[in-house]
């Protein structure tokens, strides 16, 4: 029910962010209108201002590439002053400002806006923590393959980059890509020595216009500044200028091929403990600069082909549990895993399964995993507390979360896991998932790289679901985790632990007869002074207060009723038609009118 709310909410969101940009609709326009020559200078600036601040080793174009680019770059000039108002026609296009954005609204704006926002769209993909599931699933959707470049341009890429030509790096390359994706694509080639390699070239151009991009983009998203996400506090809106420069900052490093290499180099020194059952391919360091990326060649195919593995005599089995050992060991040993780790970046290459596309990569430290062992364990043994202080531990919360609440909630959410008395009954996915929503309504913001091991532990589950569902990942996962508590089980230091509490405990019971004696004395002095704090039951003293309010006008009412009937008997001047004193009539229509008033209040707050 928790995930179903969270979900709920997250939606209400998407509609409430439509209505929100609805709003600003005019606001937009007029702020485009008026800054439309001063938006172009700022682009330009920005853009040189992005370029020195970013590590980069960006290189003047090639009198070759500048002239294989002349058409590109010059339309580039064309769009810049014109391109808000293109963004915007994309969003009106799609009636974005009436019904806000479905998945499938938001999947085909962000292919209509071109480039950057596909590359957007594939990193909110893995980002379960700011969007609902149905449009993490949709966003998987963007096109990976776009529109192949020209042969000529990939190669000018490569010689600009290497300072050779072609024909003195392969003695084979292949013209027409392996694949192609928004920021870049690659080629097969074999070296001089005979290494089969790809490379992976960046698109030209490309840089320069997802850097000017999100520079217009954070331009207008300040006319939002804030997302409401189902609440008017300021403590529950999303600072949207933020997230857009937490998505520049993954595209930046995604532009640079160096830090996918870097990646791809720590994890085949790390990760990979026998190459005879797992490995990656291998990074050409002398081929690999910012804009080019080179690696050995995988001679393989996907891990979904589980037909052909079976027809070419593999054992499916053993190559499920070689990935799932690898993974774990990514997780718990290394603190470095895989973070996209679906079909396709899973390779077998001879029926040995290898790793590939290192661009999305998780990083945990020791004492995250350590938290997150705790908590798994304090759901075993049913420790409300213990989950209560992991989960504050591993978010953030904010001034709104009230402890008592989330371990109220907790002994809910136990009673689900009352007859899990094992980590093999556990689905530890699924669990991570429940904290992550009650995370969320108690106002804990959990970090990313949380959510990422989640949203990647559920993937690899997938993956292995497929090839060999008699495997059981999270079995595996908790045998080394348990063997991991054990190694970090020092008995001396819980010895030494256990008597420092004793020792404590001690010194503080020896203290309880002059406390209970000082005490005593300060009651008998009348010096004592007692503060009653009740929480939790803030409901009860308010409709308590609404109750005793309604009362003391009920008697009010009666009082002036009572007293006026008095006075009817009484020879008071001015009179009502009829004989009666004014003020009695007064009295008496003011006492049946209140008293029908406290009536209503009381039966319409039942």
């Known amino acids: 029910m928790a995930k179903k709310s969270n979900t709920n909410k997250k939606k209400s969101a998407a509609k409430e962010f439509g209505e929100s940009v609805k709003n600003s609709t005019m606001e937009f326009g007029e702020s485009v209108k008026e800054s439309g ?14 370029g020195e601040n970013v590590k980069q080793s960006r290189k003047e174009l090639s009198e070759n590439l500048k ?20 963004i915007l026609g994309v969003f009106a296009q799609h009636n974005f400002y009436a019904n806000g954005l479905t998945p499938e609204e938001l999947r085909t704006t962000l292919e209509d806006l071109g ?24 966003l998987e959707k963007l096109r990976q393959n776009v529109q192949e470049l020209d042969p000529a341009l990939a190669r000018a890429v490569i010689e600009e980059e290497t300072g050779k030509t072609i024909d003195e790096i392969y003695s084979e390359f292949r013209d027409k890509p392996l694949g192609s994706a928004s920021i870049g694509q690659a080629h097969y080639g074999v070296l001089k020595d005979g290494t089969r390699v790809v490379t992976k070239v960046q698109r030209p151009l490309i840089a320069d216009m997802m850097r000017k991009d999100f520079v217009l983009l954070k331009k207008l998203a300040s006319g939002f500044s804030v997302v409401n996400e189902a609440s008017a506090d ?19 490093e995604e532009l640079d091929f160096r830090v996918e290499a870097e990646n791809t180099r720590y994890f085949k020194e790390n990760c990979i403990e026998d190459e005879e059952k797992i490995t990656c391919p291998t990074v050409i360091d002398e081929l690999t600069t910012e804009r080019i990326f080179t690696m050995t060649f995988v001679d393989g195919y996907s891990i979904s082909h589980k037909d052909r ?12 549990r070689n990935i799932v050992d690898n993974y774990v060991h990514q997780v718990l040993d290394i603190g470095m895993f895989h973070a996209d780790p679906h079909q396709g970046n899973i390779m077998v290459e001879h029926g040995r399964p290898c790793w590939i596309d290192f661009g999305m990569v998780g990083r945990i430290t020791d004492a995250d995993v350590n938290i997150i062992q705790s908590m798994i364990l304090a759901v075993l043994e049913k420790d409300v507390e213990t989950i209560a202080n992991s989960i504050l531990s591993m978010g953030a919360a904010s001034p709104k979360t009230n402890r008592d609440k989330l371990i109220e909630d907790l002994d809910v959410f136990l009673d689900r896991y009352v007859s899990v008395t094992s980590l093999n009954d556990l689905d530890v996915s699924l669990l991570f998932d429940e904290i992550c929503d009650l995370g969320a309504k108690h106002h ?5 790289k949380f959510t990422m091991l989640v949203r990647s532990l559920g993937t690899i589950e997938g993956v292995i679901e497929q090839l060999c569902p008699e495997l059981n990942l999270f079995e595996i996962l908790s045998g080394k985790m348990m063997d991991r508590a054990k190694k970090s089980f020092d008995l001396e230091q819980e ?24 005490l005593l004395k300060s009651a008998s002095r009348g010096r004592m002074k007692i503060n009653l704090e009740l929480t939790g039951y803030e409901e009860l003293l308010n409709k308590g207060g609404f109750t005793v309010k309604n009362v003391l006008l009920a008697l009010f009412a009666c009082v002036i009723f009572i007293g006026s009937c008095f006075l009817c008997m009484a020879d008071i001047y001015p009179k009502a038609p009829g004989g009666m004193p004014a003020l ?9 009118a209140l008293g029908i008033y406290t009536v209503r209040r009381f039966t319409q707050n039942k």
């Open 67 to 86: 002239r294989l680019l002349a058409g590109e770059m010059k339309d580039m000039k064309k769009k810049e002053k014109t391109r808000g108002v293109e």
């Open 37 to 50: 020559k001063e938006l172009g200078e700022n682009l330009k600036e920005s853009g040189i201002e992005l």
């Open 234 to 252: 300021a403590e529950d809106q999303v600072d949207l200028m933020s997230v857009i420069e937490e998505f520049e900052k993954v595209t930046e």
């Open 444 to 448: 804990v913001k959990m970090p990313g």
């Open 115 to 138: 480039p950057t926002y596909v590359k957007i769209g594939q990193i909110m993909s893995s980002r379960v923590d700011l969007l609902p599931e149905s449009y993490c699933k949709e």
């Open 309 to 320: 593995l079976i027809e070419e005599g593999y054992d499916v089995e053993d190559i499920g």
């Open 495 to 518: 010895i030494v632990s256990v008597g420092k509490d004793a020792l404590e405990v001690g010194k503080k019971a020896a203290r309880i007869p002059a406390l209970a004696s000082d």
């Open 584 to 592: 009695a009539a007064i009295g008496l229509i003011f006492s049946v």
